[in-house]
């Protein structure tokens, strides 16, 4: 508390692979204060509140800091040796209330075999001012009280930063057989907050009379208190990309997610986005694992990824396509709700394998690899 003098938040964490075949298109050429009140700084387009988050992030809750109010006190007129004491009014106080907004935990989408990276934005908790408060004297025939005053009292704002993890990823395997290692992401913690409470003391002058038996009245300003506030610690635990032996299926498992690695050519032609009738016993097989491994109202994300033989656009935009093919058919043809699906593009951009051998040429079995569907969801 200072005096001052008067006048003052998982991205789901890993993916579920689908390979598929087909790479990528052949390259192209080519206001102020009012008295008694404390003044609250604005801006001019504030963020909107959330009321849930996207991914699975966690939905920090608003803080709501009341309003504090106190009547104002009047000294009544009176007169003392023939001189007219005026009436006075001594201002309350309304400090209206704050509020701590709502927030997300951050869970950055990733490709299959990472966990994405996650975010506890920070916060802060805005200053209070009680303002200062004063009792006037009086100078009458045989009457001299002195005045009688508090200074303004601040409980200055608080402020929590902003705290990450990034991404983290498995090794790219070269060859089928090689095993890769877990990989583990840390928790992550922001700390709690709290703003001191803020007390103004009361003030009070005694009555006081003349020779006379004439009098002035006592007064009373009550104390004015405004309580501390707190924002509980945020904490997201750690997560683990578990170990596997690459090969050409594979079952992956996370602490809160499962991966389907599966690296045949079934569900695309060459460059193409339209999935093959063949594909559907691969893809009914997922479905049914998703039923059993994930909660019924899960999220489930699908990225489309390519190797890096074409233009990077034209990857891009068949990553796309592709992505937005398998969520169709798992809607469709997989009973997954809709609502529960979201397609996104990688195009060249997060190869699981290497497209090129050690010497600089080209690597077709580490292409083949890199194409495919990454579906993701949380256990």
């Known amino acids: ?55 699975g992030g966690e939905l920090i809750k608003a803080v709501e800091i009341p ?13 003392v040796g023939g001189q007219r ?34 975010s506890i934005p920070g916060t802060s908790i805005p200053g209070v001012t009680i ?3 004063r009792i006037p004297g009086v100078k009458a025939p045989g009457i001299d009280a002195p005045a009688v005053e508090q200074e303004a009292v601040s409980s200055e704002a608080v402020t929590q930063p902003a705290v990450t993890q990034d991404e983290v990823c498995q090794s790219k395997p070269s060859e089928e057989g090689e095993y890769v290692s877990s990989v583990y992401r840390a928790s992550l913690y922001r700390a709690s907050l709290y703003r001191a409470s803020a007390y103004r003391a009361s003030l009070y002058r005694p009555s006081a009379c003349n020779d006379k038996n004439e009098c002035i009245p006592s007064v009373t300003v009550p104390g004015v208190s405004v ?59 997922i479905v049914e694992s998703l039923g059993k ?29 592709r992505a937005k093919a398998i969520a169709d058919w798992l809607a469709t043809e997989g009973g997954i709700d809709r609502s529960r699906l979201k397609a996104a593009g990688y195009g060249e951009t997060k190869p699981a394998f290497p497209n090129t051998k050690p010497d600089g040429s080209d690597d077709p079995g580490g292409r083949a690899k890199n194409r495919r569907v990454v579906i993701s969801a949380a256990r």
């Open 1 to 55: 508390m200072r005096r001052v003098s008067p006048g003052l938040a998982v991205f789901l964490a890993a993916g579920l692979l689908l390979a598929g075949c087909g790479g990528g298109e052949p390259k192209k050429a080519g206001p102020g204060r009012a008295a008694g009140r404390t003044a609250t700084p604005t801006s001019a387009a504030p963020t909107p509140e959330p009321t849930s988050c996207p991914r």
């Open 67 to 79: 309003a504090v109010h106190s009547d104002p006190v009047r000294i009544p007129e009176t007169a």
């Open 85 to 118: 004491i005026p009436a006075v009014t001594i201002p309350g106080v309304d400090i209206p209330a704050q509020r701590v907004p709502a927030q997300c935990v951050e869970h950055k989408p990733a490709p299959g075999g990472c966990l994405g990276a996650i």
């Open 131 to 133: 303002p200062a408060a």
């Open 227 to 285: 309580p501390g506030v707190s924002i509980p610690g945020v904490s997201v635990p750690g997560a683990t990309l578990k170990s596997y032996v690459a090969g050409p299926s594979q079952v992956i498992k996370g602490d809160d997610s499962i991966a389907f690695n599966i690296e045949a050519d079934v569900l695309f032609d060459f460059g193409k986005a339209d999935i093959k009738p063949a594909a559907a016993a691969e893809l009914k097989k």
């Open 293 to 321: 491994e994930v909660p019924a109202d899960a999220p489930v994300q699908v990225d489309g990824h390519t190797d890096a033989k074409g233009d990077t656009a034209s990857n891009q935009a068949l990553s796309e396509r």
